[in-house]
């Protein structure tokens, strides 16, 4: 079972800033915090992963709480083409990733 | 570098019919996995390899079900005899060898599996 909570859907304006959290209140010392997503139905796509360090790459930040029980991904300026389902998934190194339901974010024109 | 590459990208068989899917990871990627996605469900984890040898097929929902790694590179998993349910897309993913760390997997595009 996935061990994260995320809401169920969300919308964003274009251009504007996409913030998506994610409840992990049980996450252990050694697992870190994967965000990827689904477009149509397309292979999952890697977007960003943490540890307790805040994280950025050229598709979105990832902030992690202090206490690592909850993060959000950022996407800075949201375009029609990041409408997708986003699954924030904890991970331990080298063990399979663990689908939930996601949250599937509309970007509006 | 080319990614994940997944054949046949859509299939149609009968039930009772045979089926093998193929998926080849991203050279030098020991890890591979194995994912479903039956219609309105989650992504479902069905099995990990670790180069050949399987790590964990915990997700494997039955018998019918047979994945292979020979020689660690490419995978095929086969499903005999195809059921009904057994329709969905078919995800495989590859991350680097267990040295490399914590790293990201990389997904190909699936093979969509109808059984009618």
């Known amino acids: 079972d996935a061990k994260t909570t995320q809401p169920t859907s969300m919308d964003c304006a274009e251009g504007r800033a996409a913030n998506l959290p994610c409840n992990h209140s049980t996450i252990s010392g050694n697992e870190y915090v994967y965000w990827y997503r689904q477009i149509h139905s397309q292979g999952p796509q890697y977007i960003i992963h943490?540890?307790?360090n805040n994280e950025t790459n050229e598709m979105a930040s990832l902030i992690i709480t202090e206490d690592r029980k909850s993060s959000t991904l950022i996407l800075p300026h949201a375009t029609l083409r990041d409408t997708a389902v986003y699954y924030c998934?904890?991970?331990?190194?080298?063990?399979?990733?663990?689908f939930g339901k996601g949250t599937r974010l509309s970007v509006i024109a | 570098e080319a990614g994940v590459t997944q054949f046949p990208s859509h299939s149609v068989i009968e039930k009772g019919q045979t089926v093998t899917l193929r998926c080849d990871p991203i050279s030098g990627h020991d890890n591979l996995y194995w994912y479903r996605r039956v219609m309105g469900k989650e992504i479902k984890f069905l099995l990990h390899?670790?180069?050949?040898?399987?790590?964990?097929e915990s997700g494997m929902p039955n018998n019918r079900f047979l994945a292979e790694r020979t020689g660690g590179t490419y995978s095929t998993l086969k499903v005999q005899p195809a059921e009904l349910e057994d329709s969905g897309v078919y995800f495989c993913?590859?991350?680097?060898?267990?040295?490399?760390?914590?790293?990201?997997?990389?997904f190909g595009q699936g093979t969509r599996l109808t059984v009618v």
């Open positions: 998934i904890v991970r331990a190194p080298n063990t399979p990733l663990v």
């Open positions: 993913a590859s991350s680097q060898p267990l040295g490399g760390g914590n790293t990201e997997a990389f």
């Open positions: 390899f670790v180069k050949e040898s399987k790590q964990d």
């Open positions: 943490g540890l307790k």
